[in-house]
């Protein structure tokens, strides 16, 4: 991979070079030292990744990864000197199309678990643009019929990579406080960044808004966010799990595809499946399943994704029973629901 480096630090930057070069197979393609060059590189050179900063001089790393998705998109990785002090703001730019966050490696001992964590996120990138997921990359599902239960409640999933913080927020901040439906949630972030994503998006909704545990069984009220670096999945009817497998087959970790694929083999009830913004093409195959199951699948539309790769990826399996802007989703969720539970209380 070209990889290229935005940081205003000249010790980071020489700590991120040597980081490089323990690595086969990449390069350095540039070196910029604030917001305002890295926009105008990469308008001349894209690379495959770009490692950027948060805190530069004019142009501060959440603009420069706004304009540069905007214009010339390609996979960003902040990386920062201290991700505690900077949560907001890494959910800024993750919500402008940044695909994940990472400590800034030390100079002075590259050999330490900082220079590893970014070596790491290197990797999961590069399987991520390089992957072609496949039908039998996720859960495995049991038969194609599914049945349904009336009286069981309904059930909202939804996934997201880049850009899924400032999406999720902004569904989540219009479904009102009685929302009759459980919701689940696959974000590609770090599991270090999961607790504090669960309480951005808490304040952003008048739902709870939640990490998921182990055997938990989703409720109305509440939203429950995959919290580790293990598959969040159904394991049973009405009861969620953390699943090591598949292994090595998912580009990203927890992945959409095997959530998706375990509300196929367990939920009994009614379900929407909801692919938002990202990068590659997690969630594209468990949302077909899910569609020819004879559930409601709805895809995020191009104009509105800040990273149009995942909801691609979908509308081209025909994955998508609806095509939305992210600010008609909340209201089409809140009105099949308020008709699902009437159906229901006819019958």
């Given amino acids: 991979m070209r990889i290229a480096i935005v940081n205003d630090m000249l010790i980071a930057i020489e700590a991120m070079r040597r980081v490089l070069l323990l690595a086969r197979g990449h390069e350095l393609a540039w070196v910029a030292r604030n917001g305002n060059e890295a926009v105008e590189r990469c308008a001349q050179d894209t690379p495959d990744l770009i490692l950027m900063d948060l805190i530069m001089p004019e142009m501060d790393g959440v603009e420069a990864t706004r304009k ?86 309904p059930l909202v999933a939804f996934g997201a990579s880049a850009g899924g913080p400032a999406a999720l927020a902004k569904i989540l901040s219009q479904l009102p406080a009685n929302f009759p439906a459980a919701i689940v949630i696959v974000q590609h972030v770090d599991r270090q960044f999961a607790e504090g994503l669960a309480t951005w998006l808490n304040y952003q909704t008048p739902l709870t808004v939640r990490l998921a545990r182990e055997g938990d069984s989703p409720q109305p009220g509440t939203v429950l966010l995959a919290g580790t670096e293990n598959h969040l999945a159904f394991v049973g009817p009405n009861r969620l799990g953390y699943t090591a497998q598949p292994s090595d087959c998912c580009s990203y970790r927890p992945s959409i595809d095997v959530l998706f694929n375990s509300i196929n083999r367990f939920w009994q009830g009614d379900a929407v499946g909801i692919l938002l913004t990202g990068m590659g093409k997690d969630g594209a195959y468990g949302l077909k ?7 409601l699948t709805i895809v995020q539309d191009q104009a509105t994704s800040a990273v149009y790769g995942m909801p691609k990826a979908a509308v081209q399996l025909n994955a998508a029973s609806e095509i939305l802007a992210i600010d008609r989703i909340s209201n089409r969720l809140t009105n099949m629901m308020v008709n699902t539970i009437k159906c229901h209380a006819r019958a």
């Fill in 68 to 153: 540069i998705m905007a214009k010339n998109p390609c996979a960003i990785v902040v990386v920062t000197a201290d991700m505690n002090k900077s949560c907001s703001k890494v959910f800024e730019a993750m919500g402008a199309g940044a695909l994940d966050a990472v400590n800034t490696p030390v100079l002075e001992s590259l050999s330490d678990a900082g220079a590893e964590a970014l070596l790491g996120k290197i990797r999961t990138i590069n399987r991520l643009l390089g992957s072609e997921v496949g039908k039998n990359s996720f859960f495995p599902i049991a038969g194609n019929a599914r049945i349904t239960v009336a009286d069981e409640t």
């Fill in 289 to 295: 399943a899910l569609r020819d199951a004879g559930y």
